[in-house]
């Protein structure tokens, strides 16, 4: 579901096609984050991914004043793409270096600590202490920096008096 829906997201010309194929996209990878046990990424890959920058982009598709296409009764946007064949090459890439590292792999080791017993606390709480002990410095920081963001697109998206 992922890489066809991913593949839909890539070579898609109508904009609002591609964003619910991205959807499709993000789900699949939250339901892959919950397969190997990262529940805190999931939730997040959730929370912001699809409940956040999806739903900006949908939204500021459906809001602009762009007339698509008025062929047969539609109003598709329609968009071009130049990069497909930079993109497929960078594709082609990641999926041979992760190949390799596939074929490098020593899954008789990988098997035998399968059946170790495993730690059933949550990865939420794991993070959780660890954010307000060890790192609490660098998380603090991203939330100043964060802040500083989001005044400076406040005062750039303000009308300027011209």
Known sequence: MIVISASIVLWSNNVLYAAFSLLLTFF??????????????AITQLLVYVGGILVLLLFG????????????GKNDIIGTNTNRFIGLFVALGLFSLLFYSFVKANFVEIQASLFEPIETLSTTQNIGVLLMTDFVLPFEVSGVLLMAT?????????????
Request: no cysteine; aromatic share 8%.
């Open 150 to 162: 989001l005044i400076g697109a406040a005062y750039l998206s303000g009308k300027s008096k011209v």
């Open 28 to 41: 699949g990878i939250a339901a892959l984050y919950v397969l190997v046990g990262a529940d805190f990424l």
């Open 61 to 72: 598709v459906m809001l602009t004043n762009h007339k698509g296409s008025k062929e047969n």
